[in-house]
């Protein structure tokens, strides 16, 4: 269906605010943060609508998967599992890259009590991209530009200033229904118009052969040992990449220690870090740090993966790239390898 204009969606976020917490991507002095609002300032002001500026540098998976959190608590001889009470919340203004993403945890933590709890809790707005970001590239990977499934409504923002809207759940039905928005069915002119934004946010990515190139010697097991270890020694184990990254979800666990009683608590943890893998015995399957490099990457872009997750593991967000100081992030990588 079509909205007017932006007046409308400003109708409709008021109306999830007015439900539920809703969670959009706001200026934050020079960069982009995912800020709790009311809902009441217009979408002029809000980063999904500024078309080229990015993503927010973090990853919404910190919604579903915090850095931090309490599963078992105990005093005495008495233990409780600890499960979260998320209240409902929106998500406005995702990208396609990250609904990929979000859908990819889904797979990997659908027996994870604590996720489920809060993926169900969530309702997500997709705004469709209308231009390649800087340094993305989702439309190599199939994450993008534009999201086909995985959201409850998704917006695009049409060349005559109109705004479409579809609705990917019953959630999403029920959220329009209730906010009484002034719609119009979508006529074949405007799926027209549709499909056009589209395909000319699919030719504004520059292209990139070395992707395919870099993808298809990795599945061929071509990329010779020395390839690896020649990256090596880039990785400074700083974690960066996998703390943004929104499909990583590796994660150790502590139990801390108080007077009578403590807690079981899940932390954030990174296979590039030289601990992660090391065994009891000392023995260590990846001693390198070019070995750490190689299972990373192997992880992301493998398609030994796609059997069990749909998908590879990289969605084409660019973040690692942003974040790593060893210029060794995803296009880089691939680059190399691709070259």
């Given at each position: ?36 609002t ?47 009470a ?92 209730a ?10 002119r ?6 056009e934004?589209?395909a ?25 040992d ?94 690692c ?19």
């Amino acid at each position: 269906m079509v909205l007017a204009g932006r007046g409308a969606v400003d109708e409709l976020r008021a109306a999830l605010a007015a439900q539920r917490a809703l969670i959009e991507p706001r200026w934050q002095g020079d960069g982009i943060e995912w800020v709790e609002t009311t809902g009441s300032g217009p979408t002029a002001a809000l980063a999904p609508f500024d078309w080229d500026v990015g993503l927010p540098l973090p990853s919404p998976k910190r919604f579903f998967f915090p850095p931090r959190e309490t599963l078992l608590r105990w005093h005495g001889d008495a233990v409780e599992e600890v499960l979260p009470a998320p209240r409902p919340f929106a998500l406005f203004g995702l990208r396609s890259c990250d609904v990929t993403a979000i859908a990819y945890q889904d797979r990997f933590f659908a027996a994870d009590p604590a996720y489920v709890r809060r993926r169900a809790a969530a309702f997500l707005v997709v705004v469709q991209c209308r231009t390649a970001c800087a340094g993305g590239f989702c439309v190599d990977v199939d994450a993008g530009p534009f999201a086909s499934s995985g959201f409850d409504l998704a917006l695009t923002l049409l060349s005559d200033e109109r705004v479409l809207l579809e609705v990917g759940s019953a959630e999403g039905a029920a959220a329009i229904a209730a906010a009484r928005l002034r719609t119009e069915p979508a006529d074949a002119r405007t799926r027209t118009i549709r499909g056009e934004v589209e395909a000319a946010a699919r030719a504004s990515f520059p292209p990139r052969p070395f992707i395919a190139r870099a993808r298809a010697r990795l599945d061929a097991g071509e990329i010779r040992d020395e390839e690896w270890q020649a990256l090596g020694p880039a990785c400074l184990a700083c974690t960066g990449c996998t703390s943004l990254c929104p499909t990583c979800s590796c994660f150790t666990m502590t139990d801390e220690v108080a007077a009578g009683g403590g807690e079981r608590v899940r932390y954030w943890d990174s296979c590039l870090l030289e601990g992660f893998q090391r065994e009891a015995s000392g023995h260590h399957p990846a001693p390198r740090p070019g070995d750490r490099v190689r299972r990373f990457w192997y992880h992301k872009l493998s398609a030994d993966f796609v059997r069990e997750f749909g998908r590879v593991g990289c969605v084409g967000c660019g973040r690692c790239d942003v974040t790593c100081p060893g210029s060794i992030g995803a296009l880089r990588v691939l680059e190399r390898l691709g070259a």
